[in-house]
């Protein structure tokens, strides 16, 4: 292959994206080998990459940024969940981290159809560890903001008409004003329920 041919092949480009096979990459190599000039078509090449990423970007906005940094921060505190420092349970929660946090207060075995133990109830959050071996009856919230977060067993939680499987690792957030339930599907279900009060 002809030099000007083989610059032209769109081949320096491929390299730089990483897109080659071995083989390509090893023909690419010993080619800047035997031409000095394909080292000055590289660097001019990503030049131009770096140049247009930059002018292309796309930022997040303040809210968004926002949002993941306490989303992050959120994660970052699930990693040593201490009480009185509970982070509120999201979508992105660990629930193997407060499955290991809630271990030692859950009961030995099930000697009521729903377990209740207090984890915090400060500044109108308030979550409870619930182990529950029966269907959670239908209710509607109209001054709180109600999630949980399943740790172990499953269920089926209906909002409205939507019904949603749940099972470990699986978040909720229950729209105001919507009738909800929730039907056990394993022995018992284990679960973070928040409440947090509308202000």
Same mark, same amino acid.
């Given at each position: 292959?002809?030099?000007?041919?083989?610059?032209?092949?769109?081949?320096?480009?491929?390299?730089?994206?990483?897109?080659?096979?071995?083989?390509?990459?090893?023909?690419?190599e010993s080619m800047q080998k035997l031409h000095p000039s394909v080292n000055l078509e590289l660097a001019k090449l990503e030049s =131009?990459? *770096?140049?247009?990423?930059?002018? /292309?970007? &796309?930022?997040?906005? $303040?809210?968004?940024?926002?949002?993941?940094?306490?989303?992050?921060?959120?994660?970052?505190?699930?990693?040593?969940l201490q009480s009185g420092k509970l982070p509120l349970i999201t979508a992105f929660s660990n629930a193997g981290a407060w499955l290991?946090?809630?271990?030692?207060?859950?009961?030995?075995?099930?000697?009521?159809?729903? =377990?209740? *133990?207090?984890?915090?109830?400060? /500044?109108? &959050?308030?979550?409870? $560890?619930?182990?529950?071996?029966?269907?959670?009856?239908?209710?509607?919230?109209?001054?709180?903001?109600?999630?949980?977060?399943?740790?172990?067993?499953?269920?089926?939680?209906?909002?409205?008409?939507?019904?949603?499987?749940?099972?470990?690792?699986?978040?909720?957030?229950?729209?105001?004003?919507?009738?909800?339930?929730?039907?056990?599907?394993?022995?018992?279900?284990?679960?973070?329920?928040?409440?947090?009060?509308?202000?």
């Amino acid at each position: 292959m002809k030099l000007e041919e083989f610059i032209n092949s769109g081949m320096l480009e491929l390299y730089l994206i990483g897109a080659l096979s071995a083989e390509e990459v090893s023909f690419v190599e010993s080619m800047q080998k035997l031409h000095p000039s394909v080292n000055l078509e590289l660097a001019k090449l990503e030049s =131009f990459f *770096e140049e247009y990423a930059f002018r /292309n970007a &796309v930022y997040p906005d $303040l809210k968004t940024d926002r949002k993941m940094e306490l989303i992050f921060a959120g994660i970052k505190a699930e990693e040593k969940l201490q009480s009185g420092k509970l982070p509120l349970i999201t979508a992105f929660s660990n629930a193997g981290a407060w499955l290991e946090f809630v271990t030692p207060l859950l009961p030995e075995k099930a000697t009521e159809k729903i =377990f209740q *133990e207090l984890l915090q109830m400060e /500044n109108g &959050v308030t979550q409870v $560890l619930i182990v529950s071996t029966v269907d959670i009856e239908q209710e509607v919230h109209e001054s709180l903001n109600e999630s949980f977060l399943i740790l172990k067993g499953t269920c089926v939680c209906t909002i409205g008409d939507k019904s949603v499987h749940m099972a470990a690792g699986d978040f909720m957030q229950i729209p105001l004003f919507e009738p909800h339930n929730v039907v056990i599907t394993s022995e018992s279900v284990t679960a973070i329920l928040q409440h947090v009060e509308l202000a």
